[in-house]
Structures are given as structure tokens and as C-alpha cells.
């Protein structure tokens, strides 16, 4: 555990993050300066890794992770240049490339996310890059947060003060208590479960019956979608990633059609042979290939309302520990790589912990509107949109620049005052970022 010697003006800003996850690290990666001592806490042990669950990396997240230094190798990308939707028996029924507003193409990167974890660790804790490596404390279970004091108190008694805490523990965070003290509804089941699990590509390239036309990426890598017309509510969608070894599958089932009860968890078990019994009628060829895994998870998809503010004194959540949303348009994790960012760019030459509760205050008022608005979207997005009304929603994501993009061109001269002298002004900020195009009229 770092040192809770009282700092003097000379010392690096002690910033804690709780979790060590994707958006942790993000933060860990984002924040490095000379001027820092960051530690990132988690939970669980090194060796526990991301199940078989790959994420699709927008503009928007290309852009943040670009601006942390990584590169599409660095994170075993897969470029993707649109979707393909077909019927449950396979039949095409449309597709799109992905573009910009102009009409200019776009790509996507389709990255596992193990595979983003280990790069973004890589670069947290790499001797070579800006300031000290991050610290990386394994087993550390945070029970409580002081959100003005910046102490963390963990399991075994510890209690670490620091200058900065990030709340970067997910949907079950410990930190958001510290944040949103008024009561604030639980997560809610969308009314959809999800089978998730990856397998060798290979084992598609070398069927005897060869590759299906849903996966015939020779023209261009695509996310295939398969979409049941049979009023039954099942979905599922496929594409490659770790530089096309592995392909990500994910079935999506309404709550009611399953067998046994599932939970909200990553880590939770699915039975195959109920996944094969609910997806009849699908492709003989996905059929084959849900009996080729010998492993998968089952989690019910939840629904949670934007929260009231993401940050309280000292301390903010980010991530879904912040905004967690069902993955119907893919952007959880760009989100958070988008919270990230807005961290490092507004603190990367603060000095004074004093200033911190009054840049917190900024970050929130630039991220909370444009979080919260996907967070919705997400949630129509559930349900059947027409392809242009999707493709729509999406080029609005994409629009995002990074923070700076969102606030005033003099946003510099928001640090360092208190929170009063800058009200007027972050509402600004605010507005700035609806002119800028982040958040849908």
C-alpha cells in the first residue's frame, strides 16, 4: 500500500483507482505524468482473465485510444469497414458500411478485450512512458470510499488517502455509493440474456462444407448479424477478432424463453445444450458451431438509469461503475476510454490537490450529458430500428473528438477555482458540447 504521509506542495498528486478492468487501466494510462503517483486496486488476481467477449472499438474509441498511444496491432485489431443483417434461416435482409456524416468511410477495430486489457496494463505500467509507472496492488477489495477526504477503506483494514480516487469498479461499484448518496434504482433486467464465448476461426475455415456466406469476410470484414423473423426475439451477432484467429459469437434471448434462471454476471455459466435448443431453427452451421464450445457464460443484459453525477469532491466514477448500458450499440467500452481521456487531458498539469474537486466538476458536466444520452440510446436500440435511424444514432457517437471537443476553447482557465466562481461558466461548457454535436437534438 502507497504511503498516507501528509503530502507537501512539491510531491506528485497520489491518485487512486479502484479497478483494474479496462476502464481502471484507461484511467492509469491516461493520467501518467511526472506529476502523478497513480495505483490502481483490484479486486481480483493477475491471472484472472476477460471471458471470451470481444468489443467493437467506433471512431470515437479509435480516437481515445489513439490518444493514449496504442495502435490497432497493439491490441490485435480487426478492421471493419460495415454489418450484414440476414434472417434466422440466413436469407440477407440488408447491410450497411459504416460512414461518416459526409459519407466518407469508417472503420471500426473488433478487438477482444483481453486483448485492449493487456496492452492498456502494458502501457500504465511501462518504465518507458510519461512519469512513473502506474502501480498495480492485486487482491485489494475496496469496501468504502470518503468522497471528500479521498480515503479508501479496504477488507483487510487498510485505508489508503489520496489526493484523486476514480471509481472504476463496474456496475456492482463500491465507489458509487461515495458519489450518489441519494438512494438510486438498481441495474434492472432489459428483459434479454446473452450467450457469449469465442472460437477458432479456423474451425470455420476448414468445414468440410465450407465457409458460410454469413462469414465470408474476402470483400471486406463485416459484423454479421442474424435476426430471427419469427416474432421470437432472438438475435445473434458474430464477428473476428485477435487479428482474425478467434470469432466472437453472442446470442441474445428474451428472459422468459430460458430454461433457468440466469443472473447478472459475467462470469456465470451457460448450459450449451439449452443454447442449441433456443436458438432451432438458426443456421445448421451456427447450430454446429454452438456444439464446437465447451465453455460459455450466460448473463441477463440490465438497464441502468443515468445517475444523478458522476463525481462528488474528490472522487468520480467512470466506466460503468458511472454509466453502465446494454450493448446494443457497442459503446460501453468507448465510453470509458472516452472518461479516460477527459481525465488526462484536465489533469495532466494540475499540481494542487486543491484543485481537483473544481476539474472533477468540469470533466462531469463535459462527460455526464453525452454518457447519459448513449446510455438511452442504447436502450431504444434494443428494440427494431430501422437501419437508417441506427446508422444515425451511431455517426452521432462518432462525432466526439475527445473532451476538448466539448468545452470552451478557454477551458484552461476553469483550474483552480472553486466551484462557485465556475458555475456560470461550466454550464457553458455544457452548452458548448450540445453545439459541438455530442448529444442529439
Given at each position: 500500500m502507497p504511503s498516507n504521509t501528509e503530502p507537501t506542495s512539491d510531491d506528485p498528486l497520489r491518485i487512486t483507482i479502484v479497478g483494474g478492468g479496462i476502464a481502471g487501466l484507461a484511467a492509469a494510462t491516461a493520467l501518467r505524468s511526472p506529476s502523478h503517483l497513480i495505483t490502481v486496486h483490484e479486486r481480483n488476481g493477475p491471472d484472472v482473465l476477460e471471458f471470451g467477449a470481444a468489443v467493437a472499438l467506433g471512431p470515437n474509441g479509435i480516437k481515445m485510444v489513439r490518444s493514449?498511444?496504442?495502435?490497432?496491432?497493439?491490441?490485435?485489431?480487426?478492421?471493419?469497414?460495415?454489418?450484414?443483417?440476414?434472417?434466422?434461416?440466413?436469407?440477407?435482409?440488408?447491410?450497411?458500411?459504416?460512414v461518416s456524416e459526409s459519407g466518407s468511410p469508417v472503420d471500426w477495430w473488433l478487438v477482444h478485450r483481453q486483448d485492449l486489457k493487456d496492452a492498456l496494463l502494458r502501457s500504465a505500467t511501462s518504465p518507458s512512458?510519461?512519469?512513473?509507472?502506474?502501480?498495480?496492488?492485486?487482491?485489494?477489495?475496496?469496501?468504502?470510499?470518503?468522497?471528500?477526504?479521498?480515503?479508501?477503506?479496504f477488507a483487510d483494514g487498510a485505508v489508503v488517502e489520496a489526493d484523486l480516487v476514480i471509481g472504476a469498479d463496474g456496475i456492482h461499484s463500491e465507489a458509487r455509493a461515495a458519489v450518489v448518496q441519494d438512494p438510486h434504482?438498481?441495474?434492472?433486467?432489459?428483459?434479454?440474456?446473452?450467450?457469449?464465448?469465442?472460437?477458432?476461426?479456423?474451425?470455420?475455415?476448414?468445414?468440410?462444407?465450407?465457409l458460410p456466406e454469413q462469414l465470408d469476410y474476402s470483400n471486406g470484414v463485416h459484423l454479421t448479424l442474424?435476426?430471427?423473423?419469427?416474432?421470437?426475439?432472438?438475435?445473434?451477432?458474430?464477428?473476428?477478432?485477435?487479428?482474425?484467429?478467434?470469432?466472437?459469437?453472442?446470442?441474445?434471448v428474451p428472459d422468459k424463453k430460458l430454461k433457468h434462471e440466469t443472473t447478472y454476471s459475467w462470469t456465470a455459466a451457460g448450459i450449451v445444450d439449452d443454447?442449441?435448443?433456443?436458438?432451432q431453427g438458426f443456421p445448421e452451421w451456427l447450430l454446429n458451431a454452438f456444439q464446437k464450445t465447451n465453455e460459455v457464460k450466460l448473463f441477463q443484459l440490465r438497464d441502468q438509469e443515468?445517475?444523478?453525477?458522476?463525481?462528488?469532491?474528490?472522487t468520480c466514477l467512470i466506466g460503468d461503475a458511472a454509466h453502465a448500458m446494454v450493448p446494443y450499440q457497442g459503446q460501453g467500452v468507448n465510453q470509458a476510454l472516452e472518461d479516460a481521456e477527459g481525465l488526462g487531458v484536465l489533469l495532466k498539469n494540475v499540481k494542487d490537490k486543491d484543485e481537483i474537486p473544481g476539474v472533477l466538476e468540469l470533466w462531469e458536466r463535459a462527460r455526464k450529458p453525452r454518457a447519459s444520452e448513449i446510455q438511452l440510446g442504447s436502450r431504444l436500440a434494443q428494440q427494431r430500428l430501422a437501419p437508417e435511424t441506427?446508422?444515425?444514432?451511431?455517426r452521432i457517437h462518432w462525432r466526439y473528438e475527445g473532451i476538448r471537443s466539448a468545452l470552451p476553447d478557454n477551458w484552461e482557465r476553469h483550474v483552480g477555482r472553486d466551484e462557485k466562481e465556475m458555475e456560470g461558466d461550466v454550464e457553458?461548457?455544457?452548452?458548448?458540447?450540445?453545439r459541438n454535436g455530442c448529444v442529439e437534438a
Amino acid at each position: 500500500m502507497p504511503s498516507n504521509t501528509e503530502p507537501t506542495s512539491d510531491d506528485p498528486l497520489r491518485i487512486t483507482i479502484v479497478g483494474g478492468g479496462i476502464a481502471g487501466l484507461a484511467a492509469a494510462t491516461a493520467l501518467r505524468s511526472p506529476s502523478h503517483l497513480i495505483t490502481v486496486h483490484e479486486r481480483n488476481g493477475p491471472d484472472v482473465l476477460e471471458f471470451g467477449a470481444a468489443v467493437a472499438l467506433g471512431p470515437n474509441g479509435i480516437k481515445m485510444v489513439r490518444s493514449m498511444g496504442l495502435t490497432r496491432d497493439d491490441v490485435n485489431g480487426v478492421l471493419c469497414g460495415g454489418y450484414k443483417a440476414f434472417s434466422h434461416q440466413g436469407k440477407p435482409l440488408h447491410g450497411r458500411p459504416w460512414v461518416s456524416e459526409s459519407g466518407s468511410p469508417v472503420d471500426w477495430w473488433l478487438v477482444h478485450r483481453q486483448d485492449l486489457k493487456d496492452a492498456l496494463l502494458r502501457s500504465a505500467t511501462s518504465p518507458s512512458g510519461s512519469g512513473s509507472p502506474a502501480t498495480i496492488v492485486y487482491g485489494a477489495r475496496v469496501i468504502d470510499v470518503d468522497a471528500h477526504s479521498g480515503k479508501v477503506m479496504f477488507a483487510d483494514g487498510a485505508v489508503v488517502e489520496a489526493d484523486l480516487v476514480i471509481g472504476a469498479d463496474g456496475i456492482h461499484s463500491e465507489a458509487r455509493a461515495a458519489v450518489v448518496q441519494d438512494p438510486h434504482p438498481a441495474p434492472l433486467p432489459s428483459g434479454h440474456s446473452m450467450y457469449r464465448f469465442v472460437l477458432p476461426f479456423k474451425l470455420f475455415q476448414d468445414d468440410a462444407g465450407g465457409l458460410p456466406e454469413q462469414l465470408d469476410y474476402s470483400n471486406g470484414v463485416h459484423l454479421t448479424l442474424l435476426v430471427a423473423q419469427d416474432g421470437t426475439d432472438r438475435n445473434v451477432v458474430i464477428y473476428p477478432c485477435r487479428s482474425m484467429k478467434l470469432l466472437n459469437i453472442a446470442c441474445a434471448v428474451p428472459d422468459k424463453k430460458l430454461k433457468h434462471e440466469t443472473t447478472y454476471s459475467w462470469t456465470a455459466a451457460g448450459i450449451v445444450d439449452d443454447m442449441v435448443d433456443l436458438f432451432q431453427g438458426f443456421p445448421e452451421w451456427l447450430l454446429n458451431a454452438f456444439q464446437k464450445t465447451n465453455e460459455v457464460k450466460l448473463f441477463q443484459l440490465r438497464d441502468q438509469e443515468p445517475l444523478p453525477r458522476y463525481a462528488r469532491g474528490r472522487t468520480c466514477l467512470i466506466g460503468d461503475a458511472a454509466h453502465a448500458m446494454v450493448p446494443y450499440q457497442g459503446q460501453g467500452v468507448n465510453q470509458a476510454l472516452e472518461d479516460a481521456e477527459g481525465l488526462g487531458v484536465l489533469l495532466k498539469n494540475v499540481k494542487d490537490k486543491d484543485e481537483i474537486p473544481g476539474v472533477l466538476e468540469l470533466w462531469e458536466r463535459a462527460r455526464k450529458p453525452r454518457a447519459s444520452e448513449i446510455q438511452l440510446g442504447s436502450r431504444l436500440a434494443q428494440q427494431r430500428l430501422a437501419p437508417e435511424t441506427f446508422a444515425r444514432m451511431m455517426r452521432i457517437h462518432w462525432r466526439y473528438e475527445g473532451i476538448r471537443s466539448a468545452l470552451p476553447d478557454n477551458w484552461e482557465r476553469h483550474v483552480g477555482r472553486d466551484e462557485k466562481e465556475m458555475e456560470g461558466d461550466v454550464e457553458k461548457a455544457a452548452l458548448g458540447f450540445e453545439r459541438n454535436g455530442c448529444v442529439e437534438a
